[in-house]
């Protein structure tokens, strides 16, 4: 079997092709096994059975039977699709014998999930922090990890209303200067700053008008919150007890939860 994690942005990587997101303790097991004919148990099928095809074709492997558990919302912009990917990946490689570490099962994701149509970028971003954990800087223009810093010991809210994803690529991509300004910012180890200015442009972009929670996590100690991923769910970011805001969220339609960053992976 093998493990993934979820994540959220410190850096979208849609408006300028460069990325950065921190791991958090929301795990994808995979289980694969050798088969006559493909199969999958998973939340979707589909989209595991073709991840199965690329792993297998890139592997030499047979006909491969899958089993996914995951407890990441989908849909949400917390990495789901880049986790499951990257699992599997990992999984398929130890059943070929090991042929792939874990930066190679990343980016054999990636390349996955952009061939399937599944990710704008291939998302090696989200990919790489599955994969290796941390905070993770990545150029998906041209598949390559610039850098991973261990994530400061923080708590993390994440917010996923009930409300439908919206995804704009030629809106996002008017913010390239602005995301290219941001990257550099968390590169230079302001994570919070880049974080928060991040999820606002998002939301704004997007339309989702979430930045009033944004604002209100600030107000209740948060160092940075905002949209992860394309959303929705947004994240805030915590150096102290969360429990005023968690409290809060409880008077609002959707789902909350409390999660840590993930340094150490498999």
Excluded: Q
């Amino acid at each position: 079997m093998a493990r993934a994690y979820g994540g959220v942005s410190i850096v979208n990587a849609v408006p300028a092709g460069v990325g950065s997101v921190m791991a958090v303790d929301l795990a994808v097991d995979v289980r694969a096994w050798e088969c006559p004919r493909s199969e999958a148990r998973s939340m979707d099928d589909e989209y595991v059975l073709a991840l199965a095809e690329e792993a297998r074709k890139a592997l030499g492997l047979g006909p491969l039977c899958v089993e996914v558990r995951s407890s990441i919302p989908p849909g949400s912009g917390l990495k789901s699709n880049s986790a499951v990917a990257t699992a599997l990946m990992l999984e398929a490689s130890r059943l070929a014998g090991n042929r792939w570490g874990r930066l190679e099962a990343a980016v054999a994701a990636a390349r996955a999930t952009l061939a399937l149509g599944r990710s704008i970028t291939g998302a090696l971003d989200d990919a790489t922090a599955a994969a290796l954990g941390g905070i993770t800087f990545t150029d998906n223009l041209s598949m390559r990890l610039v850098r991973r810093d261990e994530a400061p010991s923080v708590a993390v809210v994440i917010y996923v209303p009930r409300i439908p994803k919206r995804v704009d690529v030629n809106r996002l991509r008017l913010l390239r200067a602005y995301h290219e300004s941001l990257f550099e910012l968390a590169m230079r180890g302001m994570y919070w700053t880049a974080m928060l200015m991040n999820g606002l442009a998002i939301d704004a972009a997007l339309g989702y008008g979430l930045a009033p929670i944004a604002w209100a996590a600030l107000s209740m100690g948060a160092v940075a919150a905002g949209i992860t991923g394309n959303g929705p769910a947004l994240a805030a970011v915590f150096r102290d007890s969360p429990r005023e805001y968690l409290n809060w969220l409880g008077e609002f339609d959707g789902s909350a939860m409390l999660v840590r960053p993930v340094n150490e992976v498999g």
